[in-house]
């Protein structure tokens, strides 16, 4: 049973560009979440989807930021225009139910995003 | 802001010593708490969990106690190895519906 997938592991932007960031949960969970990761700092949650559904999105900024779980295919975070300040590591995680005791969230190894 | 947070951002272990790391947490209502691990350039590690209801849990070389009257966490790693040296991080999740609030985390360095 593969973990957590996410690519690209590194990805390098120009100021401007657009960042598209992939996650596939585990085979079975259909919760997925988003958290961001400065250097020598502890991961900020973004956003929490269930497939379709946008469940919790009070970490994300408002604006150039979006997320998306479709019913087939990998979550995608998608960062519009990017700017310096966006360059971080990206982890998700998935679970098969929402935050439950007894139910593990399993992190991917992150995508290292740089905003040249 | 976040409301997990870490007493010390880096602890020196001597190897084959005991490992203490500490956590204190802001909010009452949280009801469950987990303990990640994480080492360079990957992604966190769930190391052992424990409900409100309780304030010990065990697991293999690690025990988790949790004081809720001075709402702290910790977790103690036995005989530390040099591959527990990583960056130790305590969470926590206010509702079972919602996401984990990660705190800041520790770094545990192993002297030989």
């Known amino acids: 049973n593969a973990g957590v997938m996410q690519n690209p592991r590194h990805l390098v932007r120009r100021r401007g560009q657009e960042a598209r960031l992939r996650c596939s949960p585990m085979k079975g969970h259909s919760h997925v979440y988003w958290y961001r990761q400065l250097p020598e700092e502890g991961l900020k949650f973004m956003v929490y989807?269930?497939?379709?559904?946008?469940?919790?999105e009070s970490g994300m900024p408002k604006e150039r930021f979006s997320a998306e779980f479709p019913k087939e295919g990998p979550s995608i975070l998608r960062i519009q225009q990017v700017v310096r300040g966006d360059s971080a590591a990206y982890f998700c995680?998935?679970?098969?139910?929402?935050?439950?005791?007894?139910?593990?969230?399993?992190f991917g190894q992150g995508t290292r995003l740089t905003v040249v | 802001g976040e409301s997990v947070g870490l007493h010390l951002p880096t602890l020196s272990v001597q190897e084959g010593d005991n490992s203490i790391i500490n956590c204190a947490y802001s909010?009452?209502?949280?009801?469950?708490f987990i303990w990640y691990k994480q080492e360079s350039g990957k992604g966190p590690q769930f190391i052992i969990d424990?409900?409100?209801?309780?304030d010990k849990r065990q697991g293999q070389r690690v025990t988790v106690l949790l004081n809720k009257t001075v709402k702290h966490l910790s977790l103690q790693i036995a005989a530390t190895q040099p591959g527990d040296s990583a960056v130790y991080f305590c969470a926590e999740n206010m509702d079972r519906d919602d996401k984990i609030i990660f705190g800041k985390g520790t770094r545990l360095h192993i002297l030989p």
């Open positions: 995680a998935s679970s098969e139910n929402s935050g439950t005791p007894n139910t593990e969230a399993f």
């Open positions: 989807l269930q497939k379709e559904n946008i469940i919790d």
């Open positions: 909010n009452s209502a949280s009801d469950y």
């Open positions: 424990i409900r409100s209801n309780m």
